[in-house]
């Protein structure tokens, strides 16, 4: 209600709103804050109409336009609205600093995961590479998340595990001690197929190239090999995981490759001119 009252105060030009006002079915809220302003723009960034299908569909055609975050989501949109400009997710270059690439030949190299609890069981896709992995290469496991209960029902068994809490005062400490970022994703649901790839974009935009399921955005930045690689089965983790920890110069290369593409598509240095022209309506 304080967010309403201040923009009935201040009689705003634009109310940009972010999937919705309540994660629930109801459009009373939503409906206050579209009287508010004669131009009212909608960030779709999550296959919230999973959810939420009327909702959606009616916060789509109260909007004078709608800004998604990638091409299956525009798919959506475009169904029913044509004022639809796709902004990819992105991170802010001078938060996520190239890092440093390690000068001791004999330092253990480091594969990454950095995400939330909920996500944590995702690994899962990819433990019975990581165990093969272990056998024959030396490395570090590092996760980095809020909680570390759901790891308990991953078997990583023989992987050399290291466990640090995220902060939003550590996490860009925590990515520049990872060499490889992992990203896998589960196959089998619809959501994934709209998923932002925020991770991938984060290894990216320090320097590091990653491994990935090819689900979504993350199919398209991986499909020419250049930033990483992506994998659909055990054997695919096992080999792309294997190729990189073998070959540092190759590390450096594509992690070079995904700054740049960073630097270029998804960071908000690049976007933040096309967003104030759909926010004043140009």
């Known amino acids: 209600m304080w967010q309403y009252a201040q923009a009935r105060w201040f009689r705003p030009e634009t109310v940009y709103l ?4 309540f994660h629930d079915q109801s459009l009373w809220m939503d409906r206050w804050f579209r009287s508010l302003a004669p131009r009212f723009v909608l960030d779709v960034d999550d296959a919230i109409f999973l959810q939420f299908p009327e909702k959606t569909r009616q916060l789509i055609q109260w909007s004078d336009h709608v800004v998604v975050s990638n091409q299956p989501l ?3 949109v475009s169904e029913y609205h ?3 400009t796709e902004i990819p997710t ?3 270059l001078e938060k996520y600093r190239l890092r440093t690439n390690p000068k001791d030949e004999f330092r253990k190299p480091v594969i990454g995961w950095m ?3 909920s996500n944590l069981p995702f690994l899962d896709q990819c433990a019975p ?3 093969r992995l272990a056998k024959e290469q030396s490395f570090t496991l590092l996760i980095v998340s809020n909680n570390p209960s759901a790891l308990q029902s991953i078997d990583l068994s023989g ?3 290291r466990f640090e809490p995220w902060s939003p005062q550590t996490e860009i400490e925590r990515l520049h001690q990872m060499d490889i970022g992992l ?3 589960p196959a089998d649901q619809d959501w994934m197929r709209y998923k932002a790839a925020t991770k991938l974009v984060q290894y990216m935009s320090i320097g590091i190239p990653a491994v990935a399921s090819p689900i979504g955005v993350n199919a398209t930045i991986l499909k020419d090999c250049r930033v990483g690689f992506s994998a659909k089965d055990q054997d695919q983790w096992f080999e792309s995981l294997r190729t990189l920890l073998l070959d540092p110069d190759l590390r450096v290369r594509m992690g070079r490759a995904g700054r740049a593409l960073v630097e270029s598509r998804y960071c908000v240095e690049a976007n933040i001119d096309r967003l104030e022209q759909v926010l004043i309506g140009v």
Do not use: Q
């Open 18 to 21: 972010e999937r919705g006002v």
């Open 74 to 76: 525009f798919e959506y």
């Open 82 to 84: 044509s004022n639809i």
């Open 90 to 92: 992105c991170v802010s």
């Open 115 to 117: 995400g939330t609890p």
């Open 129 to 131: 590479a990581l165990r």
């Open 159 to 161: 992987v050399d595990l």
């Open 183 to 185: 990203m896998p994703l």
